[in-house]
């Protein structure tokens, strides 16, 4: 029952700031060489362990794949499955499970740590807003530089499921990328770009959310961090069912 | 980079070793397996299950456009929630979950310098944090990733039957004639494997907490970060290899 209640205050919190967030947003939006910074700085941390797991994550699809599809001695498919499956399923999820722990720890740390050593109540105490001078600058640039990077993991993704094909499964790169567009259609890549633009925003919102309300000592910001982190996750999932949902909605209508 | 290879060598080795040697604290090893299970079991269960509706309609999907029938989805989808999906997923959020929690309590023990006390009393640090997370972390993993590869399962029964319209008899048979009893095998050796990752990883970064609130907080980003980019590689590791026993 305390889990319960706890998550339902949480809840009512959270669209009460994206509430303000979105206000602010639309009276005084912030400027935007601090925006482009938050991007820089985004892209500058993560590039690097986004597209080493975007690697891996493809290859590990096109492993399993490969070990399926022997069976049935229809190897050629090989490339167009796996890649339909990452593109669609897979590596946006588990890119964005990597990237909510990247991205998402680290600004709710930052956050928390400026929030628990009072910074934030000294920006206010300026009379400046501290939600548009400190929270939306972070939220867009971390939904535009999640969003990038989502997409720029997938394409790694595929780098690493043709590796692996050549590899493992003795196909050799040209069969790969022969039968990738007879199988993944336009509404399988809507489906990896609409997945990456959701999980870039729920990122972007549990981050600054769960960072601006810690409050106490050093131990508030591990437990922003920690809280940060699953409850990014744990929506993640979520919202990858439900925009499956959506988009077998659309496939269907189309 | 020697020094921080040499820590890392210094916890496993010490962390494994001193868990066969006295004093036994039976305890706080307990306490480690009910903190993995329990803060993590309603959330891994209710991903899990999300992630089963989605692996069947996306099966369903595929075998569609290729195989024009959906007959084989029970047996591959079973397929690839027990070889992956089902681990890998616990895995995350354990690491997420139990790992970030680990990486912020040792960083707070080591700038409040309860580490040193512990020193001064003469208790080993690794022995008294590192051994009970690693037990805990691997029994717990472990028994928490083979119920969510049950609650995964029968949730895609679940969902065969709604969506697609295959009785349940069906789909336990086709897995029976999928499943075999190596998969079982690998995957509670993977989960294994992660859950001896996790505590390592966090303790890690844990004992190199520099001073402040920010110690605590990049601690704990670091130890998720590195933690889930390791449950990916070592997934990767393990599939290659797995694959060549099958």
Known sequence: MQILRSFVDDLGLYFLFLKEVFSTFCKSPPEKKYIYSQVLKVFQSSLLTTSFSGFFVGAIMTIQFAMQIKMFGASGYLGGLSTSGTVREVGPLLIAFLLSGKVGAYTSAELGSMKVSEQIDAIRCLGANPIQEIILPRFIGIILASFFLLVYGILFAFYGGVLMSYIFADVNTLEYVRHVPTIMTGISLFSGVFKSIVFAFAIASLCTFYGYKASGGAKAVGKAVVSTSVACMFSIVILDWFTTLIVDVINRWL | ?246
């Open chain 2, 1 to 246: 980079m020697l020094a921080s290879v040499n820590q890392l060598l210094q916890i496993v080795a010490i962390g494994v070793l001193s868990i066969f040697r006295p004093p036994y604290r039976w305890k706080n090893y307990l306490r480690e397996i009910s903190f993995v299970g329990s803060e993590s079991f309603l959330v891994v269960i209710i991903c899990v299950s999300f992630a089963a509706i989605v692996t069947i309609i996306e099966a369903s999907y595929h075998m569609t456009l290729v195989v024009q029938s959906d007959a084989m989805v029970p047996g591959f989808a079973s397929l690839l929630i027990i070889r992956e999906l089902g681990s890998v997923i616990t895995a995350l959020l354990i690491g997420s979950r139990v790992g970030a929690g680990w990486a912020a309590e040792v960083a707070s023990m080591k700038i409040s310098e309860q580490i040193d006390a512990l020193k001064l009393l003469r208790i080993d640090p690794i022995k008294y944090l590192v051994s009970p997370k690693i037990v805990g972390s691997v029994l717990g993993t472990l028994l928490l990733g083979l119920a969510a590869n049950i609650i995964c399962l029968i949730c895609a029964m679940f969902v065969t039957k709604l969506k697609l319209g295959y009785p349940m008899p069906t789909f336990i048979s086709m897995t029976k004639l999928f499943v075999e009893v190596q998969d079982l095998v690998f995957a509670s050796l993977k989960l294994m494997t992660f859950g001896f990752v996790v505590p390592i990883i966090a303790c890690f970064y844990g004992f190199r907490a520099k001073s402040g609130a920010e110690g605590v907080g990049s601690a704990t980003t670091q130890a998720v970060v590195s933690i889930s980019v390791a449950i990916i590689f070592l997934d990767f590791v393990l599939s290659y290899v797995f694959s060549h026993f099958y």
